[in-house]
């Protein structure tokens, strides 16, 4: 496995501490141990969304700033109405293209590009964390495994999580799909 990274105590009986610091176990696994290279396409269109939307609210700012109400009142209207859109495009890209991704990460096999992604998720007031990968290649196979475990699986009773049985779950989904010859 990978180098040494600092470990982290979390509270293993907060499921939101749990999910994050197994989901950056996982990262970890998929950039450090698996060699692959992390992008960041997903998180920069956030990222672009959210700079849109905030470029037209110093828009709205400045204009109002330079010629006060009454003058400024199509202006401010405009750039309003702009601003509740991109929060809904924001909201639509959040809910359908992120889906809870936390790393989108690329390898070359071959002449075979090959894109992994990562989401989880943790229904309220359960211990179940949730895992689903998806591998997309170069000739367009989408393939997919998911996995439901138990925190426990990857925590130990001091509050740290227990590297080698995260490498072991992800090695294990990394190599099934990977080997998969037919998509069903």
Excluded at 56 to 63: N, R, T
């Amino acid at each position: 496995m990978g180098e040494k990274s600092e470990v982290v105590k979390i509270n293993k009986w907060d499921g939101a501490a749990a999910k994050n610091a197994i989901d950056d176990a996982i990262r970890e696994v998929l950039t450090d141990d698996l060699k692959c290279k992390e992008t960041y396409a997903v998180i920069d269109g956030r990222l672009f969304l959210c700079t849109l939307a905030v470029g037209v609210a110093g828009c709205a700012l400045l204009w109002d700033y330079f010629y006060p109400f009454p003058q400024s009142r199509e202006v401010l209207i405009i750039c309003v109405s702009f601003y509740f859109i991109s929060m809904g495009v924001l909201t639509l890209y959040t809910t359908f293209k992120e889906r809870g991704i936390f790393v989108v990460a690329k390898e070359k096999v071959g002449n075979i590009y090959r894109t992994w992604e990562a989401s989880s998720y943790v229904k309220k007031h359960d211990d179940k964390y949730n895992l689903v990968i998806v591998m997309r290649d170069s000739n367009g196979k989408v393939r997919e495994a998911n996995i439901t475990k138990s925190f426990a699986n990857f925590i130990d009773t001091n509050g740290t999580i227990v590297q080698n049985l995260v490498f072991n779950e992800i090695n294990k989904l990394y190599n099934s799909l990977s080997s998969e010859k037919k998509e069903k």
